[in-house]
């Protein structure tokens, strides 16, 4: 939520700043219309909708979608999830691409109902048959259990070898329970902070929710949404993660690198590689 507050804030700034002075050299163009877009539900679906950009015109686009997964979005067209029953409001921000102004709308929705879980065979394997103690998973000693590259399919900065990560990291659980959809960072008191030289230190992530997606990510890959302030694996790993394999035995996921405030980098992605703890 943090990372969208900032964009939303600099998008506040650029709306409702001061204005500028008269200059006869150079011109801003005009504040943008309020933008148009729909809101469907997807059919038989209560608990997602599909949000379509209607807007005319060469804009920057953000969605903001508090209580929804994801939770922000720039895409024209895009589904979300609301796994929780209640109100919501989605809003449209659009701003000139020389970022002259912003303008904004807002939609209100009514989720019925709590989104049904449904323990499929992927949620089996992730969550240990969805039975009650759940599945923790920890980093492989293999080689190459972390990699980190430039882009998606690009790993080429770094692989870790065999046996290549500090003890601190071989000894933390991530935890997936299936009733409640529950998730643990059991880093038994310490994690390592990559923006501190790599050094180990106190961290209590807490307990917190996950969300299991099928076909919503790159490649029409599944996807994992842990909390804005969770991670798996690595510190500086994004909270939405791709799954490229599972299965009983193994895990492996890409996800963007990101900053110590938790915006994603536009350079940056890890593949992290898991076995069962």
């Known amino acids: 939520m943090q990372k969208i507050l900032s964009i939303i804030t600099l998008l506040a700034i650029m709306a409702f700043g001061c204005k500028p002075e008269q200059d006869d050299e150079y011109s801003l163009d005009a504040l943008p219309g309020a933008p148009k877009f729909s809101v469907e539900f997807v059919a038989g679906d209560s608990n997602r909708v599909v949000i379509k950009d209607l807007t005319t015109g060469s804009f920057q686009r953000l969605w903001d979608l508090p209580g929804g997964t994801p939770k922000s979005s720039v895409k024209a067209i895009d589904t979300?999830?609301?796994?929780?029953?209640?109100?919501?409001?989605?809003?449209?921000?659009?701003s000139q691409k020389d970022g002259s102004g912003t303008s904004a709308a807002s939609w209100q929705i009514n989720i019925a109902n709590d989104a049904a879980l449904v323990c499929t065979p992927k949620m089996a394997l992730l969550t240990g048959d969805c039975g009650p103690a759940g599945k923790c998973w920890t980093l492989s000693r293999a080689a190459g259990a972390v990699k980190v590259g430039p882009t998606y399919d690009d790993y080429s900065w770094y692989t870790s070898p065999a046996d290549g990560l500090q003890n601190d990291q071989y000894d933390d659980g991530f935890c997936f329970t299936f009733e409640g959809q529950v998730f643990q960072n059991r880093n038994n008191g310490q994690s390592v902070n990559p923006w501190n030289g790599y050094q180990p230190e106190p961290l209590d992530p807490g307990v917190g929710d996950f969300v299991f997606q099928e076909g919503t990510g790159i490649l029409g890959r599944d996807q994992i949404l842990l909390p804005d302030n969770q991670f798996m694996g690595v510190w500086d790993c994004d909270n939405l993660l791709d799954v490229v394999k599972l299965t009983a035995t193994e895990l492996v996921v890409r996800g963007r690198q990101r900053a110590q405030n938790g915006t994603p980098l536009t350079q940056g992605w890890f593949e992290l590689t898991f076995v069962p703890q």
């Open 80 to 94: 979300i999830l609301f796994t929780a029953k209640g109100d919501y409001e989605i809003t449209l921000y659009v």
